[in-house]
């Protein structure tokens, strides 16, 4: 299974950005999905997930208002929309692919996804 993330770049603060995440040899419908990210010598920490289906999603706290987690099965695709960007948004990001029945709080464990992409890295300069 190969997940390939897009959209990173430079931002200025308050602007937006739209990662995107395609998922190739395995089947994505199978797979709940998130995004985390990785900031220099800090951990990396769960930003947004979504459910098999899409009609469950669940976002870290500093992100709830800001960012929006989506899916589009037919396309092996998972999205994460960005906007009102902040400094402290930069980061490597990832997007990560776990077993389907994977709910809160497992979502938010990195040790609970199989499969992982390289990362883009999103910076938001002040």
């Known amino acids: 299974v190969r997940l390939e993330e897009s959209g990173g770049g430079l931002v200025q603060a308050g602007g937006s950005l739209r990662l995107s995440c395609v998922v190739s040899?395995?089947?994505?419908?199978?797979?709940?999905m998130s995004w985390f990210r990785q900031a220099p010598g800090k951990d990396r920490k769960f930003v947004a997930g979504?459910?098999?289906?899409?009609?469950?999603?669940y976002y870290e706290d500093s992100v709830k208002g800001r960012f929006t987690i989506s899916r589009v099965n037919a396309k092996n695709t998972m999205y994460l929309q960005m906007d009102g960007l902040k400094p402290n948004d930069t980061a490597e990001y990832y997007c990560?692919?776990?077993?389907?029945?994977?709910?809160?709080?497992?979502?938010?464990?990195?040790?609970?996804?199989?499969?992982w992409g390289q990362g883009t890295q999103v910076t938001v300069s002040s």
């Open positions: 979504i459910n098999w289906s899409g009609d469950r999603t």
């Open positions: 990560a692919g776990g077993d389907y029945g994977l709910g809160y709080p497992s979502t938010h464990t990195p040790g609970e996804y199989a499969y």
């Open positions: 040899g395995g089947i994505f419908r199978s797979y709940a």
